[in-house]
């Protein structure tokens, strides 16, 4: 007898795919290569900018608390030159509409589009965002209409909920943000975050610590807009599009 998935199997599941697909768009070329003829002076700036300009008028110390896992001085620099350029919410729906035409683009063809959309919607809308600006700036974000961008542009919201609640859980266990970031993925992962060397010697078991409080955190929220099923539907749906996205 086959056991059905939980919500937190299926929250632990998506953790991959969510993250491939909702953030495969945001350093792509694709996205970043026009970001020079709108006057943005390089690709970072345009991402910290686009990012975070959902989050509207605000210093740069407030993206740094939303992003998470920058250096603060990094983000200061990328974001102050990026807003310079049209402003923090002109830059936010920017990113968010290269987002969806990225997804459109790739999602042709892709049948189970609309479900995912309102599988992935329901999730958006309905769990509670306290504590979390980030994600909630990004789900207040205007929609398309086609099927294949929502979807699409719906991943990158589902990441940004996974994403905010690590930075919460991973405050709760007592780990700076640049040694998550080191016991994620050691120095290259140091440096494009931007924190300054030389690097501490870090150990995984506060970071293990925190991705189990996430997954904990996360199986509620989900738990309270999704049954085990829909759960279960939302990481089938969600892992076909990583194989037919994957690759681009």
Not at 57 to 68: I, K, L, M, P, Q
Not at 85 to 96: C, K, L, N, S
Not at 175 to 201: C, I, M, N, T
Request: charged share 20%; glycine share 12%; proline share 5%.
């Amino acid at each position: 007898m086959t056991t059905k998935p939980s919500v937190i199997d299926s929250v632990r599941a998506l953790t991959e795919p969510i993250g491939d697909v909702g953030g495969m768009w945001m350093l792509h070329p694709e996205v970043l290569g026009p970001c020079r003829d709108a006057g943005y002076p390089n690709g970072y700036a345009y991402y910290i900018a686009g990012r975070g300009g959902v989050l509207g008028d605000v210093d740069a110390d407030v993206v740094t608390s939303a992003f998470g896992f920058f250096d603060p001085a990094l983000v200061r620099k990328m974001w102050e030159s990026g807003i310079a350029v049209e402003g923090a919410r002109a830059a936010g729906a920017r990113y968010a509409a290269a987002c969806a035409q990225f997804g459109r683009t790739r999602l042709q063809g892709f049948g189970a589009a609309g479900r995912l959309a309102e599988l992935a919607g329901k999730v958006a809308d309905g769990v509670d965002c306290t504590g979390l600006a980030l994600f909630a700036a990004w789900r207040a974000e205007p929609r398309p209409d086609d099927a294949e961008a929502r979807a699409f542009l719906l991943m990158h919201v589902l990441r940004e909920l996974r994403g905010s609640v690590h930075i919460v859980a991973v405050v709760a266990s007592g780990l700076h943000p640049r040694d998550a970031v080191l016991a994620s993925g050691g120095a290259p992962h140091g440096k494009q975050f931007g924190w300054p060397e030389p690097y501490p010697e870090v150990q995984r078991t506060a970071k293990n610590a925190a991705e189990a409080l996430t997954d904990t955190v996360l199986a509620g929220l989900y738990a309270a807009v999704l049954d085990a099923d829909e759960a279960a539907e939302l990481v089938s749906l969600v892992t076909s599009l990583r194989a037919l996205v994957g690759g681009h």
